[in-house]
């Protein structure tokens, strides 16, 4: 199975700052097909963005996928207070999905 | 719109099974396949396996093979998810989530909708 490793664990920024968010696979994900999800306390998993790139109906555009291959980032350009979160990884280029283990984006 | 809706909490003992539901509406139930995710405390989301509702084949992951079974009920548009021989570390909160994408164009895809978790407890 594909193991996806995201980085850092824990991402410390303050409201306005740019993030950006890891994830790297242990081998080729077909065709880039990867996708990001956020999850907040006590809430299931939100779908941010899709084909590694492509953002998901509703979601603001400071959000943006990128990256192909093994290698893959997350950024949000400017953090709002309700972006601190934590944020999944997901790779379906495989019939065996996987997931990444999260990066904590918490408020500094 | 589409919406997934999954029963209530459960508590059980190490060694006996659950049975979690997920009533599905808004769509055709038989043109997407169902997954199954958990979270354990604190853990990643886990995929555990997915069933084609249309003809009922099954796909599991190796990490739950044997002790998952993933079932459907066309006319309710329904989809279960039974796990056995439970174990603490069973204890979990477990989501039906749907692909985008359906089955005649792919079986996987980006998850969405999701439902709102069922949280499993196991303990003696």
């Known amino acids: 199975e594909i193991v996806l490793t995201q980085s850092p664990g824990t991402l410390s920024l303050s409201p306005g700052e740019r993030a950006t968010l890891s994830c790297r696979a242990s081998q080729s994900v077909s065709s880039n097909y990867l996708s990001w999800y956020q999850q907040k306390p006590g809430q299931a998993p939100r779908l941010l963005i899709y084909?590694?790139?492509s953002r998901a109906t509703g979601i603001p555009d400071r959000f943006s996928g990128s990256g192909s291959g093994t290698d893959f980032t997350l950024t949000i350009s400017r953090l709002e207070p309700e972006d601190f979160a934590v944020y999944y990884c997901q790779q379906y280029g495989s019939s065996l999905i996987t997931f990444g283990q999260g990066t904590r984006l918490e408020i500094k | 719109q589409v919406q997934l809706v999954q029963s209530g909490a459960e508590v059980k003992k190490p060694g006996a099974s659950v049975k979690v539901s997920c009533k599905a509406s808004g769509y055709t139930f038989t043109s997407y396949t169902m997954h199954w995710v958990r979270q354990a405390p604190g853990q990643r989301l886990e995929w555990m396996g997915w069933i084609n509702t249309g003809n009922g084949n099954t796909k599991y992951s190796q990490n739950f093979q044997g002790r998952v079974t993933i079932t459907r009920d066309t006319s309710a548009s329904t989809a279960y998810m039974e796990l056995s021989s439970l174990k603490s570390e069973d204890t979990a909160i477990y989501y039906c989530t749907r692909p985008h994408l359906p089955t005649v164009i792919t079986p996987v895809s980006w998850f969405d909708p999701w439902g709102q978790g069922t949280l499993v407890t196991v303990s003696s």
């Open positions: 084909d590694a790139s």
